[in-house]
């Protein structure tokens, strides 16, 4: 006990704790630099590169492919199907969905499964700058960022983003490669079932294809192809470039 209240002992307990802080800042203060400085930056400049690419690499044993476009050359009929099936709301909330977060919550709780409810936005954080995998604690550090996101870019410059880095098949990164790849065509001639069956397959791109469907997503891309009909004036004006 009276070793515990010694001075000397406690001092040395104290300036290994502030030394351990000092080298925990020292980590964190590059990638805390490299967010903020992301946040700013991609709001102007094309991403092009992104922590998930640099995996896929590893993995293949050779560098995948990734072509985006300015929004104003992705079919608008890519833009419709990409939102319904992964974003309904992405044009009305803040960057997270907070009914579908408080049901994935819920399933949670439940279950002890950990679903989806990522929004656009998330992704689009996650991508950028965090990792694939990871569970609770990602989530946990992508709903700040998606806030900061939606706060500081337009929502057009959001789904431009997403449409440039997300992944769409095995190696393939970005609206522009998907569509060349799949069909043949540059991303501004998609027609509405091949957009839809992009879109179809984002959940799982390397498990399911755009290219070479199965009955599955084929039934997956017809439901959105038709729910994507339905999006109001103004939620078509909001995926619009200015």
């Known amino acids: 006990m009276l070793d515990a209240l010694n001075p000397r002992r406690t001092g040395r307990a104290a300036l290994a704790g502030r030394r351990i802080l000092r080298v925990i800042a020292w980590l964190l203060a590059p990638v805390l630099l490299y967010w903020v400085a992301g946040l700013f930056l991609y709001r102007f400049l094309a991403p ?40 309904s709301n992405f044009c009305l909330h803040p960057g ?7 049901d994935a919550l819920e399933d949670y709780v439940a279950s002890g499964r950990l679903r989806g409810a990522s929004t656009i936005t998330m992704q689009v954080a996650r991508n950028l700058f965090l990792w694939p995998g990871g569970g609770a604690p990602r ?42 790849s799949h069909f043949g065509v540059p991303a501004a001639r998609l027609d509405p079932a091949q957009a839809a069956l992009i879109a179809a397959v984002l959940p799982s791109p390397n498990r399911w294809s755009a290219g070479n469907p199965s009955a599955y997503v084929r039934e997956r891309a017809r439901a959105i ?18």
């Open 96 to 102: 997270i969905d907070l009914h579908a977060a408080k």
């Open 48 to 87: 092009t590169v992104t922590p998930l690419m640099l995996i896929r690499s590893l993995e293949r044993g050779e560098m995948i492919w990734q072509q985006g476009s300015p929004l104003d050359e992705v079919a608008e009929s890519l833009r419709a199907a990409v939102v319904v099936a992964e974003d």
């Open 225 to 242: 192809q038709v729910e994507s009909t339905r999006l109001s004036a103004a939620q078509r004006a909001c995926l619009a470039p200015p």
């Open 139 to 180: 989530k946990a550090l992508e709903i700040p960022l998606a806030l900061a996101l939606d706060a500081l870019w337009p929502k057009w410059r959001i789904l431009e983003a997403y449409l440039r880095i997300a992944e769409m098949g095995p190696g393939i990164f970005g609206a522009e490669a998907a569509a060349r």
